[in-house]
């Protein structure tokens, strides 16, 4: 069964202190993994979009990168407008779908 | 480029009755899917609308149904409301299907059972 875990599920960094958020997954046929962030109360806003293994996206301070097994969104010296909760999901060809990974909420501290 | 537009923002519904939530797409777009979102469960597909055809489904009761219209746009329906209905219902929508295209979100609707 294609399954998608993120890790931490929560994480308060301070600001300036750089760290990583996890997600890994277990599908068949990948078809495209993607990150967005989503703050309270909204609609997730698009991120990233990785389709393979050794792949590279940069937007200002975040970094997405994906492995056969897993992707990684690298936050450098997070602001706390950064806070928001960061969902990763994937779409495979087995489903057809996209499946969403629980998120991992992000508190950035002034 | 307008985005992808949800409305009504907040809904307050009693249980037993019915529901009706819209959608419209980024102007162009051709597949627009279906979210619940809650606290416990994350986000759960509901189902998936292209060119007015659903063209996959996730697990949810027949009570939740949908439809999209020639336009694009796509109504959510929920019948005999429960309280665990209670969530933030998402729509999101791609220029293609099947394909692995980015999904654009709406901001949600609110719905609250009572």
């Known amino acids: 069964e294609d399954q998608v875990t993120q890790s931490p599920e929560a994480l308060r960094l301070q600001e300036g202190e750089s760290s990583s958020l996890n997600c890994s997954y277990t599908?068949?046929?990948?078809?495209?993994l993607f990150w967005y962030r989503q703050d309270p109360g909204k609609g997730p806003e698009f991120l990233f979009t990785l389709y393979s293994a050794g792949e590279e996206k940069e937007k200002e301070r975040l970094k997405a990168t994906l492995t056969k097994k897993e992707s990684f969104l690298h936050i450098t010296a997070p602001k706390p407008e950064d806070s928001a909760t960061y969902l990763c999901?994937?779409?495979?060809?087995?489903?057809?779908?996209?499946?969403f990974g629980t998120g991992t909420r992000l508190k950035v501290l002034a | 480029k307008a985005g992808v537009t949800q409305t009504p923002r907040y809904l307050i519904k009693t249980r037993g009755q019915q529901v009706t939530l819209s959608c419209s797409p980024i102007s162009g777009h051709r597949s627009v899917s279906w979210y619940q979102q809650t606290p416990g469960q994350g986000l759960q597909f509901l189902f998936e609308?292209?060119?007015?055809?659903?063209?996959n489904k996730g697990n949810f009761p027949g009570r939740f149904s949908g439809r999209q219209f020639s336009n694009s746009r796509s109504e959510m329906n929920v019948s005999t409301l429960e309280l665990g209905d209670s969530a933030l219902y998402l729509c999101?929508?791609?220029?293609?299907?099947?394909?692995?295209?980015?999904?654009?979100f709406g901001q949600g609707t609110r719905l609250t059972v009572v």
């Open positions: 609308y292209f060119s007015e055809t659903q063209r």
């Open positions: 999101a929508s791609s220029l293609m299907t099947g394909e692995g295209a980015e999904a654009f």
């Open positions: 999901a994937v779409f495979t060809s087995g489903t057809y779908k996209y499946i």
């Open positions: 599908v068949s046929g990948l078809r495209g």
